[in-house]
């Protein structure tokens, strides 16, 4: 997420992805996609995470790429560290959210060159501990970090061996959230529900029985609008806290989302490269798109045409 590799958004977001990625779940570390690098074709790779807002940018730049520019555009789903050695041996061509890499981006931007970055996305990315918000306005001082142990018995499941529970997403997510409960000396249990589809279910119940629940989640994020949730303050995030993340004890940064293009494709890439380059919305934005495939349940190509025909000001000025 970036600080996370994660982000499958219930069983209709997981349908939306197998919709969306050409070549199923294929591994790009593994399998070149047939379409990238093949000389004179007019085609386009694209990697795609997991998560929902990820899936939004992917379906709206493939469907203009291909409505408005004339490309063949195929995508692959891969975790956020693989897809950086990826798109640096050009078996996908563009990365359109990264939230923040610094060890892969001096490897692939600084010494070997391979990767381009491709500027802003215009989002701002953030991760954080949230409860929801029925909960914190009966109890507001639960939202300092400092009170989380009085509250630690009420966050409690059977899956978080008597301590409190705090629900992260996949394993493969990149989060500090054990080092953060243990540096913090809290009184909780980190839960992996295993990925971000089962964590939007288990929030979703939990939500409709108004239980308490204390979770890892970022913005920007659909669920937002469906579950109300209120962040809890971490320690405040200074510039290289989180540098020995065995030691951390600070809150997540508020990370501008970036693009990064395989460096041939950046230089030779054509229309597509630069549009990629130019392509750039917002998080209101994003979140539009992620609602109309995680929640009203339309394919990511029927989204990306709702988003499209009605923001014509927007992705036009990616195509000038």
């Not at 109309?292 to 014509?312: C, G, M, N, R, Y």
Request: a positive charge; proline letters at 5%; hydrophobic letters at 35%.
């Amino acid at each position: 997420m970036r600080i996370r590799t994660t982000l499958g958004v219930t069983l209709a977001g997981a349908s939306a992805l197998a919709l969306l990625t050409g070549c199923g779940a294929a591994d790009m570390t593994k399998q070149a996609s047939p379409f990238a690098n093949a000389g004179g074709t007019k085609s386009v790779t694209l990697s795609v995470q997991s998560w929902v807002g990820a899936q939004s940018n992917v379906a709206v730049a493939q469907y203009i790429l291909q409505h408005k520019l004339g490309y063949h555009v195929d995508t692959v789903q891969v975790d956020e560290i693989p897809a950086w050695d990826a798109l640096s041996q050009g078996r996908v061509d563009a990365l359109l959210e990264d939230w923040g890499h610094p060890d892969q981006e001096k490897r692939y931007v600084d010494d070997k060159k391979t990767v381009t970055p491709a500027g802003g996305l215009g989002v701002t990315g953030h991760i954080g501990w949230y409860v929801p918000t029925y909960f914190a306005k009966r109890h507001p001082d639960v939202t300092d970090w400092k009170n989380l142990n009085k509250y630690a018995s009420l966050f409690r499941t059977p899956e978080s061996g008597g301590k409190g529970q705090l629900m992260d997403g996949s394993p493969a997510y990149v989060t500090h959230d054990k080092a953060l409960v243990k540096n913090l000396k809290l009184n909780y249990q980190v839960v992996f529900a295993g990925s971000e589809a089962a964590q939007i279910t288990q929030m979703k119940q939990f939500a409709k029985e108004k239980k308490p629940f204390l979770t890892y989640w970022y913005t920007p994020q659909w669920l937002f609008e469906k579950v109300p949730m209120t962040e809890v303050k971490l320690p405040p995030y200074k510039e290289g806290c989180d540098t020995d993340t065995a030691k951390i004890t600070c809150a997540y940064p508020h990370t501008p989302l970036r693009k990064f293009l395989n460096t041939d494709f950046a230089r030779s890439g054509g229309k597509a490269a630069t549009f990629l380059k130019k392509f750039k919305w917002t998080t209101e934005d994003q979140n539009e798109v992620s609602l109309l495939i995680a929640d009203q349940k339309l394919s990511p190509e029927e989204a990306a045409k709702k988003w499209v025909d009605t923001h014509p000001t927007v992705w036009k000025r990616w195509l000038s």
